[in-house]
């Protein structure tokens, strides 16, 4: 089955500096969506990408749809304490009917320093 | 706005019990998904609903999990003879009906199940 592999697993920073963060996989995707996962709480989308060299931007936050169709980058600039938490990447791939599940990532765990 | 609520937040039972977990979508959204997350992991899909159709079932969804959405609104995830390894955080997520897309999934916050 397809498989996300993303990476750094984790990371600690302190609160001004830039994150970058990517997710590869073994199989294209049509659509790459970025998620953040605070404790205890469901993943909330922050950005989605739908074409192939696509780059979006949301606030601080910035995306892109790798070429090959199969990564994808998420960088946070000027970071603060409330960026907090896991970020997952997930694709979807438009199979058939099929096309309504997000395969997802292991995540990024991303800690800020004050 | 009300998103997706789901209930109860956390549950703890004892191995071989049963439980049931419930969820509420976003009123207008007529797709619901079920994902499982445990520890370190990213949500695993286990099933979809489209209205009342259950449209798939992931392997990962064994004989002892049954999903319900009867009148196409809330849906019920039950687990029978619960075991250890069914620990893990049970997410519930909507999205709104076509022409929108269906990626954009808005997740509930989830029942955290623990099996003793």
């Known amino acids: 089955g397809q498989q996300l592999n993303q990476s750094p697993q984790s990371m600690f920073i302190q609160e001004g500096e830039d994150v970058s963060m990517n997710c590869t996989s073994s199989s294209i995707f049509n659509t790459w969506l970025w998620y953040k996962q605070e404790p205890g709480e469901g993943p909330v989308l922050l950005i989605a990408?739908?074409?192939?060299?696509e780059l979006t931007s949301n606030g601080r936050l910035t995306a892109q749809f790798g070429i090959t169709r199969k990564d994808s980058f998420l960088n946070i600039s000027a970071s603060i304490p409330s960026d907090v938490g896991i970020y997952f990447c997930a694709g979807q791939l438009y199979s058939g009917g099929s096309n309504y599940k997000l395969t997802f990532g292991k995540g990024t765990l991303l800690t800020v320093n004050p | 706005d009300t998103g997706v609520s789901q209930n109860p937040r956390h549950k703890i039972t004892k191995r071989g019990q049963n439980v049931t977990f419930r969820c509420d979508p976003i009123?207008?959204?007529?797709?619901l998904y079920w994902y499982r997350q445990t520890l370190g992991q990213g949500p695993e899909f286990l099933t979809y609903?489209?209205?009342?159709?259950?449209?798939?079932k992931s392997r990962l969804l064994s004989d002892r999990f049954s999903a319900e959405r009867p009148k196409g609104s809330f849906s019920t995830l039950e687990i029978q003879r619960t075991e250890q390894g069914d620990s893990a955080m049970y997410l519930c997520a909507s999205s709104p009906p076509p022409p929108a897309t269906n990626e954009k999934l808005f997740f509930g916050s989830g029942t955290q199940l623990s099996v003793l």
């Open positions: 990408l739908y074409k192939a060299g």
């Open positions: 009123s207008e959204h007529n797709r």
């Open positions: 609903f489209q209205n009342e159709a259950q449209l798939e």
